[in-house]
């Protein structure tokens, strides 16, 4: 579940690059994605070593939530303000799926 959120942020992230963007959030949108490829590297070391804790996820997580806080900052077209609001549903949820893990795991 976590790594199905990870997708869904990367794939709207990747789709708000292909629409001309303001300035200022390209930049916020590449450091975006730059987490979620981080994410996607721990999320498969955890899959490889099952005892590895979710918390490294959680911080990435954490500053993914950050960068989305600033994207909302900016003035977004509609279909912008819609896709930012998606990759924060997103991103909750993989917190949820990251949260289950830590407890399966404690």
């Not at 600033?70 to 930012?84: F, H, N, Y």
């Amino acid at each position: 579940m976590a790594i199905d959120e990870a997708t869904t942020v990367y794939k709207l992230l990747s789709d708000e690059i292909q629409t001309e963007l303001i300035p200022g959030v390209i930049e916020i949108v590449s450091e975006a994605m730059l987490l979620i490829i981080e994410q996607f590297d721990i999320l498969n070391q955890m899959l490889d070593e099952p005892e590895l804790p979710p918390e490294p996820v959680i911080e990435l997580n954490r500053h993914l939530r950050d960068m989305l806080r600033l994207l909302t900052k900016e003035r977004l077209p509609p279909a912008g303000r819609v896709a930012a609001m998606q990759m924060i549903q997103a991103a909750g949820a993989q917190l949820q799926a990251l949260v289950v893990v830590k407890e399966i795991r404690t």
